[in-house]
């Protein structure tokens, strides 16, 4: 199991495999989430594998919860249209994830940040062990990991053999490069120099290497270059630093944790350097650190910082979050009742030269 559907790119791009994607979660159609060869499960084929899923509390008294029953689903659908390969994501930690049913013959693991504390925790260590949960003894193990400590929690959970970034697979060099990153990689069997991944951040260089990783251990062999660059120019990750709009920059990013927060600001300062003025639209749930969230997002280098309450039950108040952007340095904050609001507003203010971030 990997982040995103990276790998089914690259497996399905001229090898002649069908694969099925599941990931979570979707932007604007639940159908998103379970896909075959790029394409997303029909409403009539998600209907009938939502239908016979029902079926499990009639004959059971057992009710899956949500993601149970579209787990459930997919992997229904997954066998009726014969995948070849499945592309599964995990949907909350690993270890009791309605995911980890699967014998999975490829556990990837892309790093550890504090998230999901609620049902695990307080450390790093903690979360480590419970997504080490996905490793079965039949699994390759990709790491994405460096902490020696982190990385020894999942070398001990098992498998058939453990490949660990910087130690097996790198990448040797990260360019920023037009619409995305230009990239050489570094695998256990072989370098592929020059690899465009159309996406923002240096990070994603660092998983580009191990989704590249993961598929060689699937196939236990080396890759056709062609077949690397033809997968990799395929991949598409919308709601993640997607610019949606130029004159001015439009980006929206679904960062709704501190680790999240923190890498698109780095994305956005290390990469972006707009001649205008720079406002963020943000809000965030209850639950997280308003303060911890804003501080990891640079809110303060921003020029204008628009709050809003997120359309959710669990949606902070953007009085809330404005108290904590003022408390966090920021000069001019002002504050919208819906995201669509502030999002008119930032847009309605802004000139061609600016840049509008939209997060949280």
């Known amino acids: 199991r990997c982040s995103r559907d990276w790998s089914s790119d690259v497996c399905s791009s001229d090898l002649g495999l069908s694969v099925g994607t599941y990931t979570s979660p979707h932007l604007e159609r639940l159908n998103e989430r379970i896909s075959r060869n790029g394409d997303a499960i029909s409403d009539e084929e998600f209907a009938e594998q939502v239908a016979a899923v029902a079926d499990i509390e009639v004959l059971t008294g057992v009710r899956p919860s949500y993601f149970e029953a579209v787990t ?21 930690l690993g270890r009791w994830d309605a995911t980890n049913v699967v014998q999975s013959q490829v556990a990837v693991l892309t790093n550890i940040g504090i998230d ?22 039949s ?30 697979f790198d990448v040797l060099e990260n360019q920023l490069a037009l619409g995305g990153r230009l990239v050489d990689l570094r695998t256990p069997t072989t370098i592929y120099p020059d690899v465009f991944v159309p996406l923002h951040g240096r990070h994603q260089g660092d998983n580009a290497a191990a989704a590249l990783t993961a598929v060689e251990q699937f196939f236990d062999a080396p890759l056709d270059a062609e077949v690397v660059g033809e997968g990799f120019a395929a991949v598409l990750m919308p709601g993640r630093f997607e610019v949606v709009g130029h004159q001015p920059l439009v980006i929206i990013d679904g960062a709704h944790n501190p680790a999240g927060a923190d890498t698109c600001a780095t994305v956005f300062f290390d990469d972006f350097d707009p001649a205008g003025r720079r406002i963020l639209v943000v809000g965030c749930l209850q639950g997280r650190d308003p303060a911890e969230m804003l501080a990891a997002l640079r809110a303060d280098e921003f020029d204008v910082v628009h709050t809003c309450t997120a359309p959710s039950q669990r949606g902070l108040a953007a009085a809330e979050l404005s108290a904590a952007a003022r408390s966090t340095g920021c000069d001019e904050v002002v504050q919208f009742a819906t995201v669509e609001d502030a999002i008119d507003a930032a847009l309605d203010g802004a000139a061609a030269e600016d840049a509008i971030v939209i997060t949280g």
């Not at 229904?76 to 499945?86: G, K, M, Q, S």
């Not at 999901?116 to 003894?137: D, F, L, M, N, R």
Request: glycine residues 10%; hydrophobic residues 45%.
């Open 72 to 92: 459930l689903a997919a992997f229904r659908w997954f066998a009726d249209v014969a995948v070849d390969v499945a592309v599964v994501e995990v949907g909350l």
């Open 116 to 137: 999901h504390t609620e049902y695990a925790g307080p450390t790093k260590q903690h979360i480590a062990a419970e997504k080490s949960g996905i490793v079965k003894p």
């Open 139 to 168: 699994s390759a193990v990709v790491i994405g990991e460096t902490d020696p400590e982190l990385v020894g929690i999942w070398r001990a959970a098992g498998g058939t053999s453990h490949a660990v970034r910087g130690e097996h």
